[in-house]
């Protein structure tokens, strides 16, 4: 979920002007106040640019009255989720930090299995892709497991994905990838696991994987009220949080991980003061205490 640059949309007349800083502040407070993300005063041309698109579709003709809208209305408003998808971009992919997926199909996968066979574990397996955009993670996470890990159709196994947006979560639930989403699919999972439509450039999850997966809203500074899960991916967002926000976010994201479970961050999330306690194997992977 990032804040990008995008081309000036056409906008209705006397909806040329930029957002003032004054205006800017106000937005990024609500943004912040309800989000978590932070929204710089470098953003002022972005925003501006989004915000047109709003007020285009809905018939508002300023900047302020837009606010003032906006700030009336409850999250999971329609508008308020529309407002969330014009300044949030999902940028995501199929199979995003190979490294990161090597590692869950060669080792985590093959460990799983063992200690299953061994019997210190169930054949249970909960993963949590926080701030899932369309469902990239969650649909590469249920690839690896129906091609690496035996005989999972006896495993019970949930992935659950979240997303703050509910339109990425509509979107995710369809299953429907673009080529561009499917460029680092391996030839044999594109194959086994996705069915190309006929008459456009699109990927269809087949049931295989999406029997394993569940997609809802939920905004990360709120708990998610879950049993823990084995495995928690939490990248690519954290990035965008001011301190106080990141701080609640891991908060609410702990009790989330069953003790000795995992938690599979971005290289550049920031959060080895958060997890201190926990064990560090990779620079991106920690593992909760048992205690």
């Not at 953003?43 to 906006?70: C, D, E, M, P, V």
């Not at 899932?132 to 690839?143: H, K, L, P, R």
């Not at 295989?208 to 495995?231: A, C, G, I």
């Not at 920031?270 to 620079?283: E, N, S």
Request: hydrophobic share 40%; charged share 25%.
């Amino acid at each position: 979920m990032t804040l990008t640059e995008v081309a000036k949309p056409t906008v209705p007349p006397g909806n040329l002007e930029q957002v003032t800083d004054a205006q800017l502040s106000q937005y990024a407070e609500l943004i912040y106040r309800r989000t978590g993300i932070r929204v710089p005063p470098q953003k002022k041309t972005l925003l501006s640019n989004r915000l047109r698109r709003r007020l285009q579709a809905t018939g508002i003709r300023s900047f302020g009255a837009y606010y003032k809208h906006l700030s009336g209305l409850r999250p999971g408003d329609p508008e308020w989720d529309a407002f969330l998808q014009e300044i949030t971009t999902h940028e995501t992919y199929l199979f995003r930090d190979e490294g990161q997926w090597r590692w869950f199909r060669e080792v985590y996968l093959p460990q799983c299995a063992a200690d299953a066979r061994s019997g210190k574990r169930q054949r249970s397996l909960r993963i949590w892709s926080a701030a899932c955009s369309t469902g990239d993670e969650v649909f590469t996470a249920a690839c690896c497991i129906a091609a690496c890990l035996p005989s999972y159709q006896q495993w019970s196994i949930r992935i659950l994905g979240t997303d703050v947006g509910i339109g990425a979560v509509e979107q995710a639930r369809r299953g429907v990838f673009g080529e561009r989403a499917m460029r680092l699919v391996p030839d044999a999972y594109e194959k086994r696991y996705f069915v190309k439509a006929k008459d456009a450039e699109l990927w269809q999850a087949r049931s295989v994987l999406t029997e394993m997966v569940s997609f809802r809203q939920h905004n990360l500074l709120d708990p998610l009220r879950e049993r823990p899960f084995d495995l928690v991916f939490l990248k690519n967002v954290l990035i965008y949080f001011a301190p106080a926000s990141k701080q609640q976010v891991m908060d609410n994201v702990h009790p989330a991980i069953r003790p000795g479970g995992l938690l599979v961050a971005g290289p550049a999330e920031g959060i080895a003061d958060l997890v201190k306690d926990y064990v560090r194997w990779q620079p991106w992977l920690y593992q909760r205490p048992q205690k």
